[in-house]
T-cell receptor, first 116, second 110 residues
Framework: DTEVTQTPKHLVMGMTNKKSLKCEQH?????MYWYKQKAKKPPELMFVYSYEKLSINESVPSRFSPECPNSSLLNLHLHALQPEDSALYLC???????????????FGEGSRLTVL | GENVEQHPSTLSVQEGDSAVIKCTYSDSASNYFPWYKQELGKGPQLIIDIRSNVGEKKDQRIAVTLNKTAKHFSLHITETQPEDSAVYFCARPGFQKLVFGTGTRLLVSP
């Protein structure tokens, strides 16, 4: 199993809503990532979890709250978002953070978020 | 040291032609250079990578070349096919993350 599974594929929410994006991998990877991708732009890193602990927060606004319940799951909790937060949110995993210099980052298909 | 410049931003070719995408980096310590392909509606997927101890690597119709002196690496696709149409990103490892180039939208016309 070399898949990273993200749900939901599409999400529409109002600025007062609370929602969550979910990500799951069963490759035994110990590093998991959230990236944000706007149209016609490269993915931009938001958060890195290393061995279930948050190791990098790229100055992301607090209306985005990540959670790593266990080594296979990664959530992104959304609250009071703005229309400019509309984007494709990509989850990814790798064997370990330090191995990005020699290894592969596996991406899910993304959750397309629209904030009204 | 994190920037990765990628050119061109768009590339249109006829089926069967070759396509070349180039990336330039600034960090001399970089030693691993991957290329990712992102098809419409999907996440990026690694298609080929190269390490700094080799100058070229091939995998069927795709190849990557590395020029460490000039600090650039290139993706070469030969005999292009319509299914090669996608956005291609070069990348370089940063601290616990990948930094992506700006992307190249490749369109292969039948």
């Amino acid at each position: 199993d070399t898949e990273v599974t993200q749900t939901p594929k599409h999400l529409v929410m109002g600025m007062t809503n609370k929602k969550s994006l979910k990500c799951e991998q069963h490759m035994g990877h110990r590093a998991m990532y959230w990236y944000k991708q706007k149209a016609k732009k490269p993915p931009e890193l938001m958060f890195v979890y290393s061995y279930e602990k948050l190791s990098i927060n790229e100055s992301v606004p607090s209306r985005f709250s990540p959670e790593c319940p266990n080594s296979s799951l990664l959530n992104l909790h959304l609250h009071a978002l703005q229309p400019e937060d509309s984007a494709l949110y990509l989850c990814a995993s790798s064997r370990a953070p330090g191995e990005l210099s020699t290894g592969e980052l596996f991406f899910g298909e993304g959750s397309r978020l629209t904030v009204l | 040291g994190e920037n990765v410049e990628q050119h061109p931003s768009t590339l249109s070719v006829q089926e069967g032609d070759s396509a070349v995408i180039k990336c330039t980096y600034s960090d001399s310590a970089s030693n691993y250079f991957p290329w990712y392909k992102q098809e419409l509606g999907k996440g990026p997927q690694l298609i080929i990578d190269i390490r700094s101890n080799v100058g070229e690597k091939k995998d069927q119709r795709i190849a990557v070349t590395l020029n460490k002196t000039a600090k650039h690496f290139s993706l070469h696709i030969t005999e292009t096919q319509p299914e090669d149409s996608a956005v291609y990103f070069c990348a370089r490892p940063g601290f616990q993350k990948l930094v992506f180039g700006t992307g190249t939208r490749l369109l292969v016309s039948p």
